[in-house]
T-cell receptor, first 112, second 113 residues
Framework: GDSVTQMEGPVTLSEEAFLTINCTYT??????LFWYVQYPGEGLQLLLK?????DKGSNKGFEATYRKETTSFHLEKGSVQVSDSAVYFC???????????FGAGTRLTVKP | DTAVSQTPKYLVTQMGNDKSIKCEQN?????MYWYKQDSKKFLKIMFS???????INETVPNRFSPKSPDKAHLNLHINSLELGDSAVYFC????????????FGQGTRLTVV
């Protein structure tokens, strides 16, 4: 079935460091891909999305490019801030699946 | 104006009790979901309703029963609560379209003692 695999955390970085969180997917259909962020004690918020190959989603300095050839959607940010500390989830949705399938989540901690 | 709202935010109850969590969305979406998030933050789909019809029921014990009185509401009723039911439960909604994202509620932290 459709699934998402993302790099295990936790990830700890210093402020202004470069961030990469890897995400790969398996899907029988043509999925849309999403990154969600969950701050402590809150629900999930959409961070960015891409709906077709080579699309780049971006928001708040975060970017991810839909790579069909490598079935990947890695999240990147050039300079992280303490306020970026959260759990990040990669997710997919296909025409055949009415639900969203999530990866296991990656906890990011940014230290001053 | 909250898009997806669920109540209560916290729920502490004894084993064996029956409880309900309510969810409402004001986005006009035709699909609603319940997810369970465990202590390691793993998210598991429990139910999905599209236009008031159940279309997913992922190996969830039948003590859990979703009820959708209309397109804007999807409530979760849990019978005979067990310690292992302790988790955070999220309601979400979306359009029935693969390119659209799901919108999540704030979660209900259920603790069974």
């Amino acid at each position: 079935g459709d699934s998402v695999t993302q790099m295990e955390g936790p990830v700890t970085l210093s402020e202004e460091a470069f961030l990469t969180i890897n995400c790969t997917y398996t899907a029988t259909g043509y999925p849309s891909l999403f990154w969600y962020v969950q701050y402590p004690g809150e629900g999930l918020q959409l961070l960015l999305k891409a709906t077709k190959a080579d699309d780049k989603g971006s928001n708040k300095g975060f970017e991810a490019t839909y790579r069909k050839e490598t079935t990947s959607f890695h999240l990147e940010k050039g300079s992280v801030q303490v306020s970026d500390s959260a759990v990040y989830f990669c997710a997919l949705r296909t025409y055949n699946n009415n639900d969203m399938r999530f990866g296991a989540g990656t906890r990011l901690t940014v230290k001053p | 104006d909250t898009a997806v709202s669920q109540t209560p935010k916290y729920l502490v109850t004894q084993m064996g009790n029956d409880k309900s969590i309510k969810c409402e969305q004001n986005l006009g979406h035709d699909t609603m979901y319940w997810y369970k998030q465990d202590s390691k933050k793993f998210l598991k789909i429990m139910f999905s309703y599209n236009n008031k019809e159940l279309i997913i029921n992922e190996t969830v014990p039948n003590r859990f029963s979703p009820k959708s009185p209309d397109k804007a509401h999807l409530n979760l009723h849990i019978n005979s609560l067990e310690l292992g039911d302790s988790a955070v439960y999220f309601c979400a909604s979306s359009q029935a379209n693969r390119v659209t994202e799901a919108f999540f509620g704030q979660g209900t932290r259920l603790t069974v003692v």
